[in-house]
């Protein structure tokens, strides 16, 4: 069965606090990894990621998929209040259509 | 650009009654893809639809579920017969190609009481 879990499930800190969010996958057939913020409403897409190695940036938020290791991380820096929300990892394991398999996300809470 | 539409976005329904989800996909997507999820818990893929088309529903269960996605008009997940065990978020994505990125709806909460 496809699985991807995300560590740690928890996670408070203090404004300014760099964290660095875990996604570990263990899939039939890989195609992507995609990372979604999710607060009280719909999942926002942030980043996809094909390739191993490649970092992606916006902004504070950058990503890196490993796929020797079959994970990657989410490093937000500088964080803000604004930065607490759920944290969703999935992974695209369709082989013709696109198919997310999620993992059970990352709740972060950033306090002033 | 209107972003993904679903409606209601809270669903109160018995146990025996049907509920009906609508999802209004970004203008210009063709597809439609389901998730349920149950609270503490990750999205779980239902269905990926195109338009008149079912293509994948590997994740619906066999009974009591189904889903639509006219020609015209919003997809549409139907549960019949509702259960406690159904109270859930459910959360309709669309995007413009299968290989693409999903953009995602504010989702409805159903609450079978």
């Known amino acids: 069965e496809d699985k991807v879990v995300q560590s740690p499930l928890s996670l408070v800190v203090h404004e300014g606090d760099t964290v660095t969010l875990n996604c570990s996958y263990e899939?039939?057939?890989?195609?992507?990894l995609l990372w979604y913020k999710q607060e009280k409403k719909a999942p926002t897409f942030l980043f996809m990621l094909?390739?191993?190695?490649i970092e992606k940036k916006s902004g504070r938020l950058s990503s890196i998929l490993d796929k020797k290791e079959l994970s990657s991380i989410l490093n937000i820096t500088a964080t803000q209040t604004g930065d607490s929300a759920i944290y969703l990892c999935?992974?695209?394991?369709?082989?013709?259509?696109?198919?997310?398999?999620f993992g059970q996300g990352t709740r972060l809470t950033i306090n002033p | 650009n209107a972003g993904v539409m679903q409606n209601p976005r809270h669903l109160v329904r018995r146990r025996g009654q049907e509920a009906r989800l609508r999802c209004s996909p970004m203008k210009g997507h063709s597809h439609v893809y389901w998730y349920r999820q149950l609270p503490e818990e990750g999205l779980k893929f239902m269905v990926y639809?195109?338009?008149?088309?079912?293509?994948?529903e590997s994740g619906m269960p066999k009974e009591r579920f189904s889903a639509e996605f006219p020609k015209e008009g919003p997809s549409i997940l139907r549960i019949q017969q509702v259960v406690r065990g159904d109270s859930a978020a459910y959360f309709c994505a669309s995007s413009p190609r299968g290989f693409h990125e999903q953009y995602f709806g504010p989702g409805t909460r159903l609450t079978v009481t």
């Open positions: 999935a992974v695209d394991v369709g082989q013709g259509a696109q198919k997310l398999v």
């Open positions: 639809l195109q338009k008149e088309n079912i293509i994948d």
């Open positions: 899939v039939t057939n890989f195609r992507s």
């Open positions: 094909t390739s191993s190695g």
